[in-house]
């Protein structure tokens, strides 16, 4: 069974820092590509910031230079270093690991920045 659990989401006042985690479970990690996707309320679904196993990144205009993705694989794990945040960086963060058709989501963690 793949299991994906986030954590880290929080009340953050703007300028702060947060760090996401995703620990998996159930698959053999270090071969996924992983990423990190948001979604405030009335919008889609957006990818934040992606990671390949290959190394490759990729990240929202939004967020370049602010935020950092990153794995370890020794934990099965995805990270997410949110710094400089903005009351637009509101959402509901979902970590995603994918490798060809198959894509796994954890269950979504609430980042809210205040003004």
């Known amino acids: 069974q793949v299991q994906l659990v986030e954590s880290g989401g929080g009340l953050v006042q703007a300028g702060g820092s947060l760090r996401l985690s995703c620990a998996t479970s159930?698959?053999?990690?270090?071969?996924?590509?992983i990423g990190w996707y948001r979604q405030a309320p009335g919008k889609q679904r957006e990818l934040v910031a992606g990671?390949?196993?290959?190394?490759?990144?990729d990240y929202a205009d939004s967020v370049k230079g602010r935020f950092t993705i990153s794995r370890d694989n020794d934990k099965n794990t995805l990270y997410l270093q949110m710094n400089s945040l903005k009351p637009e960086d509101t959402a509901v963060y979902y970590c995603?690991?994918?490798?060809?058709?198959?894509?796994?989501w954890g269950q979504g963690t609430q980042v809210t920045v205040s003004s």
């Open positions: 995603n690991v994918a490798l060809y058709s198959r894509t796994f």
């Open positions: 990671l390949t196993r290959s190394s490759s990144t």
């Open positions: 159930g698959i053999t990690f270090s071969i996924y590509d």
